[in-house]
Every structure is written in C-alpha cells, then in structure tokens.
C-alpha cells in the first residue's frame, strides 16, 4: 500500500504498510515501564456484586478497569496543559496527525553529575534538516528503556538553550525517548517544558512534546513521515502510539 505525498511543493513516497512503531505500550506488569513514584498500572476485570468481567471467571464478555498514569506508564503526547494552570486539552489542541520528522541520536554529555543534551549536539545532529517533527534517540538505547524503572534515577534531560534552539527551529512537534525533557527533580523549574512551549510569550498551543518512545537501532537516522496518533482524552496528556514512515 504505497501512497505519495506533497509537502512544500516536494513529491515524496511512503509505503503504508510497513508502519515503524516507536511507542511503548502499557501493561499490567510489574515491569511495564515507570517514572515519577507512582505504582504501576492495572488491568483487571470489573468486579461488582456477584459480577467479573471475565470470560475465563464465567461472564459472556471480558470487561477490564485500567488504572494508569499518561506521564508514568508508557508512550503520552502532553500539550502545554501539562504546565499551565489554565485546563488545555492535548485532545482539543492537536488537530493534525501527520508530519514530515527527523529522526536523530544524541549521546547525552555529563556535566556536574547530570547527563544533558545540548545545543551544539542538536545543531550537529539535525543539520539543514527543517522538519515538523524532531525524534530524538537518546544512546546507549538498550531495549531495556521499554522496561525501565525511572524514579530517582536522574534520567538525561535537555538544557534550556537546547530547547529555544528546538522552538527557534520551528520544530512544532518533539519526541524522546526519556520519561521527561527536564531533570527529574528540578524544583519544579520545568525550564525545558517552559521553553519549548513558549510559555513566557506567545504560547504555542498546538506544540506537542511526546515523552516514553523507544526508537530501535534497526531505526536509521533521516527523515521520515510520522502519524502521531493520540487516544482521544480531554486531558493535558494521552497515551499515543507514534509511527513513522520511510521516505523511499
């Protein structure tokens, strides 16, 4: 199932059926992927009076609770609601679901104990590429990442310049594959968060950061399309299920 797509006056051509899913799925494991101190999520039959929703207990159907947190437990897509006072609803704010992305790795650098991604590492890593979408692979990128327990772990995270860099770019859309884009225990600076969605001027409302991707190493650095496709949740963050595109 190919298609072509026109984007700028420049002809490109993907082949639908070979989707490269870079999100993270939630589970009702103990191992299902955390970060922020909370415990892990549940799936469970719903249980009432002399009723479980259980095929297998002896109900007609399979009728499941989840319990879960967007920014804990998997693959979520935020808007700028996840730091303003004011209710904004990642569901209300993104309205279209396909870009042209630039896949990138980037090997954090240590500094007073902390390992951060800079701007010269992103100015080096995207070159003249100006996509829509910046997908960035953080290294080493063990397949471990999609279990990874990440509370009081002083995960990399990236520097304030490093995201006006990314803003200034024009960069509407982020994805990484770490639980945040700040340090995990910053005082609640959010000095990241802050700059990619403007949030001291002209707010970018329809900005998206999306954190928890795992992107494979059988994943090559360039440019792809990317379908962002975000369960429809009137909150400041969903989870979602990115996937991109080779460009043939």
Known sequence: MKTTITHNAKEYKIDLSKPLDISIPITNKDDNVNAWYVKAPTIEPHREANFTGSIAAGSSTNFYDISFNPHSHGTHTECVGHISAEHQSVNQN????????????????????????????????????????????????????????????????????????????????????????????????????????????DVRLGATITEFIYVPDFIADGSYFLNLQVAPFENDASPSRPVLYKIE
């Open 94 to 201: 993104l309205k279209q679901f396909f870009f042209l992305a630039e896949v990138i790795t980037v090997t954090p650098s240590e500094e007073y104990g902390d390992l951060i991604i800079t701007k010269k590492q992103l100015q080096n890593a995207i070159g003249n590429h100006t996509p829509s979408a910046l997908v960035i692979r953080t290294l080493p990128n063990a397949t471990s990442k999609v279990n990874r327990q990440y509370s009081h772990t002083n995960p990399p995270y990236i520097l304030e310049d490093a995201m006006v860099f990314i803003r200034e770019f024009g960069v509407e859309h982020l994805l990484i594959d770490l639980p945040s884009v700040d340090k995990e225990k910053d005082d609640g600076k959010l000095l990241a968060h802050k700059a990619f969605w403007n949030f001291n001027g």
